[in-house]
Structure formats: C-alpha cells, structure tokens
C-alpha cells in the first residue's frame, strides 16, 4: 500500500508565494510520475504539473514562469513552488504518483493525497 500526503497550502495574498510538499510512502522502491492537480470550485480537476523520475516535466499553460515543480527520487517526494499567485490559483491542490509513466491524464494514477486547499485573496 502506498500512502501520499500532502502539505503547505494556505492563505496569502496575489503575488505572494507558497510551496506545496508531497510524500508518497510505503511498500514502494521507486516512483515514475509524481504530479500536482488542482480542483477549483465548480471546476473539472486540471493538471498543473508533473516531473517524472528521469527529470522530464509538464506545465499548465496557466503557470508556466511562475510555478516550479521539483523532486527528491530517494524520498519520493515531489515540491511545487507557486510564485506570483493569482486569485484564480485558488483551489484544493492534489499530489499524484504512480510507479509507471502516467502522463496527464489523471485516471493513469494509482495514488492520491487527500489535497491541500491554496486560497489566494486579491
């Protein structure tokens, strides 16, 4: 079983900054794809980011130049650095990891953290 948790969500204000932590955990040696979704309001979830274990990553058009997405393969863990954050940011943020390559779509992904809300006020 593995287990993903996220962390560092919270409220601040348009063009401030946060990062997100994700561990994944449990009876796993390596993961492909660690990624970060997110779900506003009303809203279908949408992919923000994912960085495979080889060091390849993806954006959202939406956050290109002001998010980063990182990793540290030895701990399973993956970062997301949200800089210049707009109100329409706001939203609950997903960790996402599989041990395959799983992509963007979101129905490749095997597991999932709980979500951590990220809420920018204008």
């Known amino acids: 079983q593995v287990q993903v948790v996220e962390s560092g969500g919270g409220l601040v204000q348009a063009g401030g900054s946060l990062r997100l932590s994700c561990a994944a955990s449990?009876?796993?040696?390596?993961?492909?794809?660690m990624s970060w979704y997110r779900q506003a309001p009303g809203k279908q979830r949408e992919l923000v980011a994912l960085?495979?274990?080889?060091?390849?990553?993806n954006y959202a058009d939406s956050v290109k130049g002001r998010f980063t997405i990182s990793r540290d393969n030895a701990k399973n863990t993956v970062y997301l650095q949200m800089n210049s954050l707009k109100p329409e940011d706001t939203a609950v943020y997903y960790c996402?990891?599989?041990?395959?390559?799983?992509?963007?779509?979101?129905?490749?992904?095997?597991?999932w953290g709980q979500g951590t809300q990220v809420t920018v006020s204008s």
């Open positions: 996402a990891a599989d041990l395959w390559a799983a992509g963007p779509d979101a129905s490749h992904y095997d597991y």
């Open positions: 960085a495979t274990s080889s060091g390849n990553t």
């Open positions: 449990g009876s796993i040696s390596s993961i492909d794809t």
